[in-house]
């Protein structure tokens, strides 16, 4: 199996680790809505435990950062999509999906923008794709803090509930988890082909 999620993981852990970790969370958390490929969540469980009574706080971080980079993407897709959204979609090779994406998002827009906050799904291109097919701002932003905020205050609580044997597992089993996550998000995006 390619070792790709380990090396991403330690570099992110190393982060978690830093004295100024919050600020590198914010900031992972908020580039990861437009661009960067590195889950949030990787950062968030072992600052959360590391620091198990700051997981809600650590959590709120992420859902406000990461819904403010989904309001960046969203711009991205509203005012600059042929100079530098399609660019994003190209570097992730998402240009098929965005295409197909279209035809789905104009009817199931807002339950999509949900799912793809929640689960492994990519988040960025779907807040691409919001700006690019206009849906109204303040229900894009309030279903990304919804959605965001499912999947953050949900690793937090099952992080700090987890105890110390859940990092030991977590940097045994990496590549696993991340092609799993992979193969889920995966999976839910041919899920919803069914529903062309």
Do not use: D
């Amino acid at each position: 199996m390619m070792k790709l999620f380990g090396p991403l993981y330690a570099t992110v852990l190393r982060w978690s680790r830093h004295p100024k970790a919050v600020w590198y969370l914010g900031g992972v958390s908020f580039i990861e809505s437009s661009f960067f490929p590195v889950p949030t969540s990787f950062m968030l469980a072992p600052m959360v435990l590391a620091e198990r009574l700051q997981a809600w706080r650590l959590a709120l971080v992420c859902t406000v950062t990461s819904s403010l980079g989904g309001l960046f993407g969203y711009l991205v897709g509203y005012l600059l999509f042929e100079q530098v959204g399609i660019h994003i979609l190209e570097f992730y090779n998402l240009q098929q999906q965005f295409e197909s994406m279209q035809i789905w998002y104009r009817e199931y827009g807002v339950w999509l923008l949900f799912l793809s906050g929640l689960t492994p799904i990519p988040y960025k291109l779907f807040t691409i794709a919001s700006g690019t097919l206009g849906m109204a701002i303040i229900p894009f932003f309030l279903v990304s803090l919804a959605g965001r905020g499912s999947q953050f205050f949900l690793v937090a609580a099952l992080v700090r509930w987890g105890g110390e044997k859940f990092e030991p597992t977590l940097n045994q089993h990496i590549e696993k988890i991340g092609w799993l996550l992979l193969a889920v998000g995966v999976g839910c995006f041919l899920a919803l082909r069914l529903f062309e």
